[in-house]
Nanobody, 115 residues
Framework: QVQLVESGGGLVQPGGSLRLSCAAS????????MEWYRQAPGKTRELVAS???????NAADAVKGRFTISRDDAKNTVYLQMNSLKPADTAVYYC?????????WGQGTQVTVSS
């Protein structure tokens, strides 16, 4: 079956960095667009960044210049490098694999930015 497993979350001080990873199995990873979403308490889930099968990337305005998405198709893994973290970045971060009508989600990893 399809599994997406996120890791790398945790508690970090403002201005710090974290790198999230999402390891996929059960899919032909290289053909999927991979996305990172986040959901803060009381808020709707929002798209943070995406990377296409060809490597093209997009990022939300709130994270541009601070977050970088990348992928390693040999390892079936997508990454989210998060720098200059702010308290407003506190959320559960989810990865998603998308290919036409096929959409798969991970279970999420908590990121807390606090002093």
């Amino acid at each position: 079956q399809v599994q997406l497993v996120e890791s790398g979350g945790g508690l970090v001080q403002p201005g710090g960095s974290l790198r999230l990873s999402c390891a996929a199995s059960g899919i032909i990873f290289s053909i999927y667009t991979m996305e990172w979403y986040r959901q803060a308490p009381g808020k709707t889930r929002e798209l943070v960044a995406s990377i296409s099968s060809g490597g093209g990337t997009n990022a939300a305005d709130a994270v541009k210049g601070r977050f970088t998405i990348s992928r390693d198709d040999a390892k079936n893994t997508v990454y989210l490098q998060m720098n200059s973290l702010k308290p407003a970045d506190t959320a559960v971060y989810y990865c998603k694999a998308r290919y036409f009508n096929y959409n798969y989600w991970g279970q999420g990893t908590q990121v807390t930015v606090s002093s």
